[in-house]
């Protein structure tokens, strides 16, 4: 059948509803694991070869709708709106202006409800800014499904996928929508999210099964949301969204998930103490004006207004913005954060422990050398096309014998596959190193499909990270060349394969292998990894016949050693300078890879984490170590080489036992573990496994180590941020609170008005801390040693600063309110010059609240074009209050003449220059304590 089939075939496809044990308005799916294959193709007119046409996947997702389960409605504008009034002191504002009216204040009344709805339309604008950042990244975040369409394999969105499709499925990968099996290799899913059932289930395609077999016994099906652990497999999609087994009881999954961070939590505590402390205050504030006769309707106002503004109740929404656009500018940068928990994180890190194979390395692997019969040969050309030849002392080679069965071999126990682009052109399909052994072969005139034709496949053992090595049976034409009908080629890592040989090829025959030819490979296996070459040793064993049940133990024994493949991946120019960055910013390097201990060492070396005075440590030697050797190792150690996952867990524990925040890189499924105990886990967005993205903190669509350094300087940039404008708007409320607070207790007039203070609230909680949000990287971030985890966001530097800049704002404000008052003699000149003076000084603060060390000037001080925008628009509502008329009415603002502004002056500029004094000093201390170190 051509792909892509028929209407009348797709009426099949269509989920009938009312099935046996289906919910009311649940669709359920025919009983596809009763059914054979071919039956599955016709029905849901596909191809089981060549897939879906790509034009008629297109139109069945269109009648059908995206593979995905029913999502929660995001919150509307109007339900945003209301949760804004839910606020105990929006409402007892609200209250108050309703006293207001009932005692005939009506214009005090309306713009005080005019104001609580402007600041709710702004909360609202924040939340559904911060929102829709959020569903943008989850959206980028969303996983991929491996499909052949038009008989091409290509990578779709998972919620692209459609009944029909066909599915492929490989170790690591989580199974995409319900599938039912065309093909089984070795193939077990773990499905404990679908079952409870915690052991892999083995899962067979050709099984006859009854039509009520229970969903834990259909081993013909691959549910949607279990995981592949073991093997390979291809399928038919039979079910998508909530057609679904996960689908029927999606009802049961729903939640709500709790996507605050730990800093989110501790500025929220930050706020509500702030927010105690300013009730204590207006309490005070409120007791002492009604024990001195002030007015009580304007003592309330006053104090529930100086609240309101006293509380930055806007700083959850402003830290989730921050976050989100951060986290955008990471995706930049290559770097997909999955959890908003990383974002923090990262600026704590002290140890990156990386992979080397596509993330030092380039992962563009080349066969360079090989060693069979004895001699070294080379291989010319470059990536994957097969343009090249074999060569021996410069010469082309035209030989046979053991080369030839080398390559022959190495291609055959290989899944890769070349795929014609263009005539002259063609792109590799599946695992770099074993694309680079299909390319080898090709060079000497091997070509895949010919030998896959010649020698069929009919069973594998597939590779897995502690065996390191991969077999596969095939079917000899005519019993020749290996004396049996039946042959296995084992590729995989050159030491652990020898030792499971009892027998070298040589020409024409084959030699027992004693002690002195074992060495003799492995020492030319040495030389090719100390010359930065992955090495892949191959080797065969006849069979007489196909065992039932395949067990590595068994058949990977007697073994006859054919050669070694020496491949070339560079390391990646960019990394180099990368380990220099994360030195100087405090943060160690630790390269732990599966690959041979010279291999790695050269490749430290390379890059820079190979230091004179550092070691290099075996998977085999941290076997031999208990945890505190293994401590002890750490202190020298920068390389582990032959290490597999468990491993990489126990130097992530020890490490984190040490004090250290690591973060682990980890492609394969069983990196996972790692990944999980380390503090940020890092999964490859191209070489990963759909297991290690999904329990990964962070994934980097480019697997480039480069990445992870750039993710780790943006992430010291948010924090930093998120630190400025903390400071600038908890230094502006501490402000607003003293200038009322001393105004009281000295018996003056109120130097503001609950309206003023309310306007101010919207000026400075608003623009300019979401500029401050915007910062560019400042000098020096990556100079600097890591922050401690623990370190809170308000820490003793912070706290001094906004000490003293509570003095300052609280000060200026003051004497302008004085300053009007005995001057000009009008208690509404004085009032207004309090106003803009607070108001003034707290958009200049901003300019110099950019930066905790770094001067205004140093930075440049029109560089964040978002802070003109902010200053610029609270700058214009501040002046329109002042002389726009009737709104000065309003407000109780006059305007003010060239003589109020030339005393004014002065005071506006005072908190910005105390502030740069500061950072003056702190530069100073700074260069004191490095000159001393």
């Not at 006293?310 to 290559?334: F, K, S, Y």
């Not at 895949?448 to 034709?453: C, N, P, T, V």
């Not at 049940?549 to 058949?555: D, F």
Request: hydrophobic share 45%; glycine share 10%.
């Amino acid at each position: 059948m051509m792909p892509g089939g028929s209407r009348s075939a797709m009426k099949h496809a269509g989920l009938r509803a009312g099935s046996a044990g289906a919910s009311p308005g649940i669709v359920a799916a025919p009983p596809f694991h009763s059914l054979g294959p071919h039956v599955v193709e016709e029905m849901l007119g596909t191809d089981i070869g060549a897939g879906l046409r790509a034009e008629e996947a297109a139109r069945r997702l269109a009648a059908q709708g995206p593979n995905e389960l029913p999502a929660k409605p995001p919150a509307t504008l109007l339900s945003l709106f209301a949760d804004q009034f839910k606020d105990f002191l929006v409402l007892l504002l609200l209250g108050a202006a309703l006293v207001s009216l009932l005692l005939g204040e009506w214009l005090d009344a309306v713009v005080i409800l005019l104001l609580v709805i402007l600041n709710a339309g702004i909360g609202v604008a924040q939340e559904s800014k911060a929102d829709r950042a959020l569903a943008s990244l989850r959206k980028m975040a969303a996983p991929e499904a491996r499909v052949i369409r038009s008989g091409r394999s290509e990578h779709v969105p998972a919620r692209e996928l459609v009944p029909g499709d066909l599915v492929l499925l490989e170790s690591g990968s989580l199974v995409p929508a319900d599938v039912r099996l065309t093909e089984a290799v070795n193939l077990q899913l773990q499905e404990a999210s679908l079952t409870g059932e915690s052991t892999p289930v083995e899962k067979d395609a050709e099984s006859a099964l009854d039509e009520g077999t229970p969903i834990a016994d259909q081993c013909t099906m691959a549910w949607m949301g279990t995981t592949v652990t073991f093997g390979r497999g291809r399928g038919i999609v039979a079910g998508t969204g909530k057609a679904t087994q996960i689908g029927l009881i999606a009802a049961l999954l729903e939640e709500d998930v709790d996507e605050t961070t730990p800093l989110q939590r501790k500025l929220t505590e930050v706020g509500r103490w702030l927010g105690f402390a300013a009730l204590a205050v207006c309490a005070v504030v409120f007791i002492v004006g009604i024990l001195e006769g002030r007015d009580l309707l304007m003592m309330f106002l006053i104090s529930v207004s100086l609240a309101i503004a006293a509380v930055p109740e806007g700083l959850p929404a402003i830290v989730t913005i921050c976050l989100a656009l951060g986290m955008r500018e990471m995706i930049r940068r290559h770097a997909l954060i999955r959890r908003l928990t990383a974002v923090e994180t990262l600026g704590s890190a002290t140890v990156i422990c990386t992979d080397k194979t596509g993330t030092l390395t380039q992962n563009e692997m080349t066969a360079a050398l090989l060693w069979a019969d004895g001699e070294t040969l080379s291989i010319t050309g470059e990536g994957w096309q097969p343009r090249g030849e074999v060569q021996k002392e410069g010469r082309p080679w035209r030989g046979g014998g053991s080369a030839l069965l080398l390559l022959q071999a190495a291609m055959l126990a290989s899944d890769a596959r070349l795929e014609p682009e263009s005539p002259s052109r063609y792109r590799m399909v599946g695992d770099p190193t074993e694309g680079a052994l299909v390319v080898a072969a090709a060079k000497a005139g091997l070509q895949r499909q010919r030998m896959d034709a010649l020698f069929p496949r009919v069973a594998e053992i597939p590779f897995d990270s502690d065996r390191k090595r991969m077999s596969t049976i095939h079917r000899v034409p005519d019993e020749q060349e290996h004396d049996a009908p039946f042959v296995m080629f084992v590729k995989g890592a050159p030491d652990l394969l020898l030792s499971r040989c009892t027998r070298l090829r040589t020409p024409g025959a084959s030699v027992s292998l004693t002690g002195g030819l074992r060495s003799t490979a492995l020492s030319v296996g040495i030389d090719f990894a100390s010359q930065a070459l992955r090495v892949i040793g191959v080797a065969y064993r006849p069979l007489q016949a196909v065992p039932s049940k395949l067990s590595a133990a068994e058949l990977e024994a007697d073994l006859t050693f054919v050669g070694l493949i020496g491949m070339r991946d560079p390391a990646r120019p960019e990394a180099g300078p990368a380990v220099n960055v994360a030195r100087r910013a405090g943060i160690r390097i630790i390269m732990a890879t599966g690959d041979h201990a010279e291999t790695a060492a050269a490749i430290g070396r390379t890059v820079g984490i190979l230091g004179a005075e550092d070691s290099v440590v075996t998977g085999a030697q941290i076997d031999a170590m208990d945890d505190d050797g293994l401590s002890k190792a750490l202190d020298t150690a920068t390389v582990f080489a032959r290490v597999s996952p468990p491993h990489k867990v126990r130097i992530v524990d020890v490490l984190r036992r040490k004090g250290n925040v690591v973060a682990m890189t980890g492609d394969g499924v069983n990196d996972a573990p790692a990944l999980k105990h380390a503090d940020i886990g890092i999964a490859m967005g191209i070489s990963g496994t759909d297991v290690t993205r999904e329990t990964a903190d962070m994934v980097l669509t480019d697997d480039n180590f480069a990445s992870i350094v750039s993710a780790v300087e943006q992430g010291r940039i948010i924090y930093s941020n998120i630190r400025k404008f903390v400071s600038f708007l908890t230094s502006c409320n501490v402000g607003e609170i003293g200038t009322i607070f001393f105004g009281t207790l000295f018996g003056w007039p109120m130097p503001l008005t609950a309206i003023q203070l309310l306007w101010m609230n919207l000026l400075t909680d608003g623009a300019p801390a979401l500029a401050l949000g915007m910062e560019n990287q400042e000098p020096g971030i990556m100079d600097r040693p890591p922050r401690p985890a623990s370190q809170p966001i308000i820490d003793r530097s912070m706290f001094f600063g906004l000490v003293l800049q509570g003095i300052a704002i609280t000060g200026v404000t003051l004497l302008a309110f004085r300053m009007g008052f005995s001057v000009f003699g009008s208690v509404e000149a004085a009032r207004t010059m309090a106003f803009v003076t607070l108001s003034g000084c707290q958009v200049l603060r901003a300019y110099t609240n950019r930066s905790e060390r770094a001067s205004v000037f140093s930075l440049g001080v029109f560089s964040n074009r978002w802070m003109q925008y902010a200053a610029l628009s609270s700058t214009a509502l501040l002046l329109a209050v002042v002389y726009v008329p009737g709104l000065n009415t309003v407000f109780n603002a006059i305007p003010l003449s060239p003589a109020h502004w030339a005393r004014l002056a002065p005071l506006l500029f005072l908190p910005a220059v105390v502030d740069e004094l500061a950072k003056c000093a702190a530069r100073a201390g700074d260069r004191a304590l490095r000159s001393h170190a």
